[in-house]
């Protein structure tokens, strides 16, 4: 199976992801053990779960790059999206086993000790490294319109703010001499984890009930008919996302005694020319239809009037 352009630079952003995030995630985890800081560690299981978040990215890549077959006609592009789904149930998981770990610290009192100090090095250096990383990630995902790379790349940005709050915590706690400072970031930043999964999962919602975020598409789809000597009365519109690319369909009107071979024409010409108008077009269908003809029940879709709305 030959791998596309777009799906190598995903396999390549993973597992540059992977590899970063391992490093991060065992310095952090194993500095939070023998420096005896819970937010550190908490830190590092963070990156952890990047690296599971990376892996699906990784195996996401190998899927969309099927072609169409008998039971997905219209390909795999949409395991983008269902991927993105699982990143955010993963990134919440983690979040509430380790909101669960730091209320039973807090609640169940135990002696606390003042983590060492070289924890504050290895903080500074996850900030350094998760911002390459998730810059890295965004630029990639902008650039191929991959959502689940922007997502992983938004969560690593989150990153970056749970490393500077673990750091904020660290240093309260060297000069308050108060170690339960340490527990309270822990639960600080689980949250702000949960947070960020929610987000993400919802971001997803629109693409998965067939709706596009911005009805300029509408316009840019109607302005294309109108172009289009013979194209009248575009309605009944319909455009949605499969990951990056669209895919429309449409209702157009012509003269109803026109031979097939120029009705054929005129529905050619409108989808050469809303392909020239939208970027990433997966398919356009057109339908002609003779003009002035009226069809009650078709409820669905969009027309002129309800974008003019």
């Known amino acids: 199976m030959a791998i596309g352009e777009r799906e190598k630079k995903i396999i390549r952003a993973s597992q540059i992801s992977i590899g970063g995030n391992a490093l991060l995630s065992v310095l952090k985890i194993v500095t939070g053990l023998i ?179 911005n009805e300029e598409i509408y316009r840019k789809i109607i302005k294309a008919v109108h172009e289009v000597k013979g194209a009248s009365a575009p309605h009944r519109i319909r455009a949605r996302k499969m990951a990056y690319l669209h895919v429309i369909a449409l209702d157009v009107e012509a003269e109803g005694d026109i031979p097939l071979t120029e009705a054929h024409d005129i529905a050619r010409r409108v989808e050469e020319k809303i392909k020239k108008a939208i970027p990433n077009v997966y398919d356009v269908l057109v339908h002609i239809e003779p003009r002035g003809n009226v069809e009650p029940d078709e409820v669905f879709g969009v027309s002129e009037k309800d974008i003019e709305k």
């Open 35 to 213: 420096a005896g800081s819970l937010a550190v560690m908490a830190d590092g299981v963070d990156s952890a779960s990047d690296i599971i978040t990376s892996l699906v990215t990784l195996y996401t890549a190998h899927i969309i790059a099927r072609p169409p077959d008998p039971k997905f006609p219209y390909g795999y592009n949409k395991a983008d999206t269902i991927a993105t789904k699982v990143l955010a149930f993963i990134i919440f998981f983690a979040g509430a086993q380790l909101a669960i770990t730091s209320l039973n610290r807090l609640i169940y009192p135990v002696d606390r000790i003042i983590p060492e100090p070289f924890a504050i090095y290895v903080i500074i250096v996850s900030i350094i490294g998760k911002y390459l990383l998730s810059g890295y990630l965004k630029r990639v995902g902008k650039k191929i319109e991959s959502a689940m790379l922007i997502a992983n790349a938004r969560n690593m940005q989150n990153d970056v703010v749970i490393s500077f709050s673990v750091l904020t915590g660290l240093i309260f706690t060297f000069v308050l001499k108060m170690p339960v400072i340490d527990v309270i970031t822990a639960f600080g930043v689980s949250i702000y984890i949960m947070i960020v999964a929610f987000r993400i999962f919802m971001q997803t919602n629109m693409e998965m009930m067939d709706g596009v975020e």
